[in-house]
């Protein structure tokens, strides 16, 4: 016997889609261009933040004269500096047809891998000989290469053989302020000779402007005042970061509510999917160790504890691979160790860089 279900729905897919696509509509109704939040678009209009000014100084020199003029730029999170680098790149790309090549270092840490993307050279047919020579052809003329996220760097025959053997003018690009001082090779240094220029953490008033620009580009509607809110709340809690901002733009303008909770509820959510991001890219060992930093801010009390563990990928592991892991978590900017002195020793301790440390075990949770 068959029983028929009036509550069963039966309609054609068609006439479903298209409900569907009016509902959704009417929820997007106010995103005018959607892509205008993600991360790596580039605005048609940057705030140009001062320190640009040294930034272009370089390179004008070094077009006029011929001469490199190599340049570290040093920032936090979310600064602008892969955006600052690419635009001024391109700028002089359109002016003066100087070709640049953007490598980011994190995922071609090897010379090698950067002379192969440089080459676009990638099968194993071509000899890391031949890829270099054609690096060199290719920067034999006025040329910019950018080195994003140097940090992550594992050799530096790149830095040696750009500098030595090329007229290429270098951007190296890092959060740690302190990467050049710990490069450990006297040549690399002397042939780089860099100016190095930090960007400042931007004031609300700076974040307010970048907001507002991504707003009139991306948004039907906004809320002036509440833009105001945002950067303050942002400058305040979540150390300038324009990625975090942008993001909580997006959600704020998807729902068009602007209200005080709204603000504060967005930039939460902002900060989980743009911190949460790295920490889900993380190895399940790399997760544990950070669990186990904040837990101990000594790295040696957390070293103790993660070999003592019971769990299979800590029990026993060596005193180098967690610093190892220890390092990598350091370069993500995740954390940042600190030399301490106790009695008449030294130890490291790590600090915490993230603005909410529930997000580990919250992490840990869905995972383990
Ligand atoms: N001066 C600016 N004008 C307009 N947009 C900006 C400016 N600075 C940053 N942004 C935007 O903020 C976001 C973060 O900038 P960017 O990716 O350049 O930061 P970063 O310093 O490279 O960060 P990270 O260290 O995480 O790589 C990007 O979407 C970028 O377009
Ligand atoms: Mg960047």
């Not at 709204?262 to 544990?288: F, H, P």
Request: hydrophobic content about 35%; charged content about 25%; glycine content about 4%.
């Amino acid at each position: 016997m068959c029983i028929a279900d009036d509550t069963m729905d039966t309609k054609n897919p068609k006439s479903f889609m298209a409900a569907k696509l009016t509902a959704r509509a009417a929820e997007t109704s106010n995103m005018k261009n959607a892509q205008v939040f993600n991360i790596g678009y580039t605005p048609n209009e940057i705030l140009i933040r001062t320190e640009l000014e040294r930034v272009t100084d370089d390179l004008a020199d070094y077009v006029n004269l011929g001469l490199p003029r190599h340049i570290i730029i040093y920032g936090s999170k979310g600064s602008g500096k892969t955006l600052s680098a690419l635009i001024m790149a391109k700028a002089l790309r359109d002016t003066k047809a100087v070709p640049y090549f953007y490598i980011n270092v994190r995922e071609n840490p090897t010379s090698t891998k950067i002379y192969r993307n440089i080459t676009r050279l990638f099968g194993k047919g071509h000899e890391v000989e031949e890829v270099r020579s054609k690096c060199d052809s290719l920067l034999s003329g006025k040329s910019l290469v950018i080195l994003d996220e140097i940090d992550f760097l594992q050799d530096y025959d790149v830095l040696y053989h750009i500098t030595r053997h090329t007229k290429a003018n270098l951007i190296l690009l890092t959060q740690k302020v302190y990467w050049y001082k710990n490069l450990n090779d006297e040549s690399v240094k002397s042939s780089l000779q860099p100016d190095h220029i930090v960007f400042h953490e931007y004031s609300t008033e700076e974040i307010r402007e970048i907001l507002k620009m991504r707003a009139k580009e991306g948004l039907n509607e906004f809320d002036k005042e509440s833009l105001g809110l945002l950067s303050a709340l942002l400058v305040r809690d979540y150390r300038s970061d324009a990625r975090i901002g942008i993001k909580a733009l997006e959600i704020l303008g998807r729902s068009n509510k602007w209200d005080e909770d709204s603000v504060t509820t967005a930039l939460k959510q902002a900060y989980i999917e743009v911190e949460g991001e790295t920490l889900k890219n993380l190895g399940d060992r790399d997760l544990l160790i950070l669990a186990a930093l904040i837990k101990n801010q000594d790295t040696n009390k957390a070293y103790s504890e993660v070999s003592a563990s019971n769990h299979l990928l800590l029990r026993g592991v060596s005193k180098s691979t967690f610093f190892q892991s220890v390092n990598y978590l350091q370069n993500l900017g995740l954390v940042t160790l600190i030399k301490k002195k106790i009695g008449r020793y030294y130890t490291m301790e790590s600090q915490i860089l993230l603005s909410d440390e529930s997000i580990v075990s919250g992490e840990l949770r869905k995972r383990l």
